[in-house]
């Protein structure tokens, strides 16, 4: 027995020690909890890890992701993630994979040959991929994840824990696109604006904005505004055009006055032709459109509007706002705070000592950052880039990200953003903390070896909470959502050649001998057949019933669901698989599974009894008025006690039943002929 080893025998078992080696595991994602998992497993002893990440490594990950070094950067983070963890444990076999999760050749079948899954990702959609998929494999999955100080891991297995998808989850934060477009009132629309609208617009493909608009429309947004943003669009082209030139304007440099075209159309024009809606700022202050050259100059005094047109001076505070000493001539300089002259504050000399993406920039320095940005990406654009997208590790896009928000800020009186907070607002990032990426990365490897002896009792949804009294949190499994669209579908796997089937060969071939399975005898009759959101056929729509599946665009790795109309049976999820390798070419272009599926019947939740009408009241012997309130109850009516003159020879039988008849139709019914009402002109007493 080797020293390497010895820990963990012991710990473990020889038993399941002994099974790890040969223990085939999918960890998906090389990130900040992928590397620390990584480096767990394979020290633990698993032998056989297949590593799969889309993503390049940047500068930004080396701080907590420490199987990557800045020789790495630019490179396969699965690839280096692999090589690096190999030297770990020479024994192991690690298996990278540079691509996407969602290709095809990742079906059903590939999740198949593994025994576990492991999930490291950082994306809502890659998450619930793998999760449906290990549903319809039926091998057991660690879900994960981690947001500062706090994380979670969850085990997931088909039939004993819920599913990922069990509890919803909330919606991504958006944002009208009135809102964005012309009446920002935070940092982050401006934010959003600059990032996904004007840098698309200025650099992006030259895509008709037209549709985006459309929608809006008919969302009910406020048409005044959108044919304004007709109009701004239009206008965009132009200013596409001049940033992509060869030929000075004006006798300026080429980009320096692409620039300055820029800036007067976005911060100048646009904002006036804004201002000319009135109606628009009936309710809310107006913005000011700002002056290229006065801000140059430092003569430019923002000022803000009130509601009844007087204008309000806006105060310098810290060179964040006005800041007219606080300029300089380069974008470089601007960022490490060399702007700062006699003039400027001390308080803003002070703050431009700090770190060059933490200080706060003053109206001037953003827009000489503006400019020099602008510059920047025009001249790659006239080097052979066709486009140039948001990318928060690229300092010339998110230099212009920042510099455009906070300009557009300023316009509409509104706090401006460091350098730093704008890359994490615009780069959507959340901060990321290696100790607790080490946590939770130990917590899976705890509940990996849990589900692999088998020892669901154990199994725990752990939570890493940011409380120092019980910093861990582990919670029972609680069982699947009987009303889940995921794991309470029915699964199967169908071969074929999508290019040879139609839709109605697949469905029929799944359904019409449905119930010839043990323990079946009906199954669903009218369907609707679904690609995830695409309705491909319904009981009373059948066009594409003899189009292939190539020709739907259902492939390798997708899924059909088959659902019921009535809701009488579970969903059916067809997965599609390729033919096997030496499959005859004259062979079948469809193998349906054996035993074909048998969904479950739906428990459609039972009717509520209605309750029975209250008794009367017998105070005054009159019934009550069809008004007066009632409490309704579930359980039925409490007898009345029996007085010694409920048993003389005079009582009248009768049942309860019986008794609420007679009531409905008028009558009262009295527990004895000694029994008497009150005197009633309505109330007729019959013997």
């Not at 020789?71 to 770990?88: E, M, N």
């Not at 007087?310 to 300089?333: C, I």
């Not at 350098?419 to 903390?433: H, S, V």
């Not at 009582?651 to 139709?665: G, H, M, N, V």
């Amino acid at each position: 027995m080797s020293g390497r080893t010895i820990h963990a025998r012991a710990i473990l078992g020889q038993e399941l020690y002994g099974r790890l080696p040969n223990t085939k595991v999918l960890l998906v994602g090389a990130g900040g909890i992928g590397c620390e998992l990584l480096k767990n497993i394979v020290l633990t002893g698993f032998g056989d890890i297949t590593l799969l990440d889309l993503d390049t490594i940047d500068l930004s990950n080396l701080n907590r992701q420490f199987l990557f070094r800045k020789k790495d950067i630019k490179q396969s983070k699965a690839l280096v993630a692999a090589r690096t963890a190999s030297a770990f444990n020479p024994n192991v076999r690690i298996t990278p994979i540079h691509g996407n999760i969602k290709e095809p050749q990742f079906d059903v079948a590939w999740f198949r040959g593994f025994d576990i899954v492991l999930n490291a990702l950082d994306n809502l959609d890659a998450r619930r991929h793998v999760n449906k998929m290990c549903m319809a494999a039926n091998v057991p999955l660690v879900e994960s994840g981690t947001a500062g100080y706090l994380g979670q891991v969850q085990p997931i297995l088909k039939d004993r824990a819920e599913c990922f998808d069990c509890v919803p989850k909330p919606t991504p934060k958006t944002f009208p696109v009135c809102t964005i477009r012309s009446t920002p009132s935070q940092p982050i629309h401006c934010i959003v604006w600059a990032k996904s609208y004007l840098m698309p617009q200025l650099f992006g493909e030259d895509e008709d904005s037209g549709g985006e608009l459309d929608e809006a429309e008919k969302q009910g947004e406020n048409a005044g505004e959108i044919a304004a943003l007709r109009k701004e669009a239009q206008a965009f082209k132009a200013v596409r055009a001049a940033l992509r030139s060869t030929q000075a304007d004006d006798g300026a440099s080429t980009s320096s006055g692409a620039a300055q075209i820029v800036f007067n159309k976005v911060f100048h024009a646009d904002i006036l032709n804004l201002l000319s809606m009135a109606d628009m700022w009936r309710s809310r202050a107006p913005p000011t459109p700002l002056d290229f050259d006065a801000i140059r100059a430092g003569s430019f005094v923002l000022a803000r509007q009130t509601q009844n047109g007087t204008a309000v001076p806006v105060p310098t505070t810290n060179g964040q706002v006005n800041g007219t000493g606080g300029g300089s001539t380069s974008a470089e300089r601007t960022l490490n705070g060399g702007g700062a002259t006699s003039s400027t504050p001390p308080t803003a000399a002070a703050s431009s000592t700090g770190l060059k993406d933490q200080r706060a920039l003053s109206l001037q320095d953003n827009l000489e950052l503006f400019v020099s940005s602008t510059e920047r990406l025009s001249a790659r654009l006239r080097a052979g880039e066709d486009t140039i997208s948001f990318d928060k590790d690229d300092d010339d896009t998110l230099d212009f990200v920042t510099a455009s928000a906070n300009l557009r800020s300023a316009a509409y009186g509104i706090p401006g953003k460091s350098r730093w907070e704008i890359k994490e607002m615009a780069g959507n990032i959340i901060p990321a903390i290696a100790t607790t990426n080490a946590i939770i990365a130990g917590l899976i490897v705890l509940q990996a070896l849990h589900l692999l002896r088998k020892s669901y009792t154990a199994l725990r949804n752990v939570h890493v909470q940011f409380k120092p009294s019980m910093p861990l949190s582990a919670i029972a499994m609680c069982t699947p959502n009987p009303t889940c669209g995921v794991c309470r579908d029915t699964y199967t796997e169908v071969l074929c050649d999508p290019a040879r089937v139609t839709l109605k060969e697949l469905v029929d071939g799944i359904l019409d001998r449905l119930g010839e399975g043990e323990g079946s005898n009906e199954g669903p009759v009218e369907v609707s057949v679904y690609e995830d959101k695409r309705v491909l056929s319904d009981p009373d729509w059948d066009d594409n019933d003899a189009r292939t599946l190539e020709s739907l665009n259902v492939t390798r790795g997708k899924f059909l669901a088959i659902v019921d109309e009535e809701g009488d049976f579970a969903t059916i999820q067809v997965a599609i698989g390729a033919l096997p390798p030496h499959h005859p070419t004259d062979g079948p272009a469809l193998i349906l599974p054996s035993p074909l599926p048998a969904p479950p019947r739906r428990e459609k939740p039972r009717p509520k009894t209605p309750s029975p009408p209250p008794p009367p009241v017998l105070a005054g012997k009159k019934r009550a008025a069809p008004d007066d309130e009632v409490v309704e109850v579930d359980a039925p009516f409490a007898k009345r006690a029996r007085t010694a003159g409920d048993v003389s020879a005079g009582a009248i039988p009768f049942t309860p039943s019986k008794k609420r008849r007679l009531e409905e139709d008028g009558l009262i019914m009295l527990e004895s002929a000694e029994e008497k009402i009150e005197e009633d002109p309505d109330v007729i007493e019959i013997d």
